[in-house]
């Protein structure tokens, strides 16, 4: 058995409030545990959004309810709540700006908009930025001019992985995390798998990209700060509808997946350890969980599928896919939580890691 810490994923949707028919706290962080996670770190795109004291605590009451490991939850920035938002920074696990979104509470239309939370938000604590192609340019030069560091969620593009590998060669304060679903689907993965030629499985965003980013990002390793899973759950009958929301799950498929890669020779144990824990709990400023490690039983062969899994959402993008590896027990501080498929952790023994208790 293969002995690890236990995992870190910076980027979750746990999906409550507002969609609890996807995920919530509950299943989400079953879903987590079972994967080898035992830190979460929640988006704020939820219904409604996360961005003010009235929200967070609607999310951190249910996760204090029903969370079965560690958490935290982002604050999302609005075009107009970046004084409200940055007084509540110490609760959150950081701030998420949505710079290419174009619908929602948390739209924010112009640069004009970018600068008050680049100038109000706490120095010590992170912002993660959605921001793709040559937004994320103009995200790393904000942070830059404001002096402060920037965290880039779910890169995809060669373009983008290069141009961050040439920041950070200049001194700039960039990091990145990378979803496994860019590093092992391509475009051209729709109809294979569990994407079954249904158009809407496939949708997600990041897009899925081509064969030439893919390979950038494999040749990049050391550039990529964190493996994040972006779990985002829908259920299968919408991505199956005319209007398929984009979304993956993730917190069940990104160990195997990337242990199949060590066995293929394609990455180390070291370097999950590195993005899945050490860079995550540093970029995050993540307290040390006591007593809390995952065993990896590295030979065990099998087929990835949804039936086996915790999250609501019935279906994975990876659905039949051969991997070789398997979480086989999780220890979250000093208690066995989950063993060999069977979870014993309950509701609400999840620990808020923001909170000064
Ligand atoms: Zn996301």
Known sequence: MLRLPGL?????????????????????????????????LAMPNTRPPIFDEQTLS???????????????????????????????????????????????????????LWLPHFKNWPADMPIVVHAEGRS??????MAAIHNRPVHIAHISLREEILLIKAARERGLRVTCEVAPHHLFLTDHSAGEGGLRGKPGRSQVRPRLARQADVDALWANLE???????????????EKDSDDPPPGFPGLETALPLLLTAVHEGRLTVDQIIEKCFTNPRRIFNLPAQPETWIEVDQDAVYEIRAADHYTRCGWTPFE????????????????????????SAGPGSGRDIRSAE
């Open 8 to 40: 870190i994923d910076p980027h979750v949707h746990m999906r409550e409030p507002g969609a609890l028919h996807k995920e919530d706290w509950d299943s989400g962080t079953a879903a987590a545990l079972a994967g080898g996670f035992t830190t979460v």
């Open 58 to 112: 609607l999310s951190l009451g249910a996760a204090r309810q029903k969370a079965r490991c560690d958490y935290a939850q982002f604050l999302g920035a609005g075009p107009d709540n970046s004084l409200s938002v940055s007084g509540l920074a110490s609760r959150s696990a950081g701030l998420k700006m949505y710079l290419d979104m174009t619908f929602g509470q948390l739209r924010l239309d112009d640069m004009a």
């Open 136 to 141: 994320m340019a103009a995200a790393m030069l």
């Open 223 to 237: 550039v990529i700060d964190c493996f994040a899973t972006d779990h985002a759950p829908h259920t299968l009958e």
């Open 320 to 343: 039949g896919w051969k991997v070789r590896g398997r979480v086989h027990k999780v220890v979250l501080r000093g208690i066995e939580v989950f063993r060999d498929g069977k979870l």
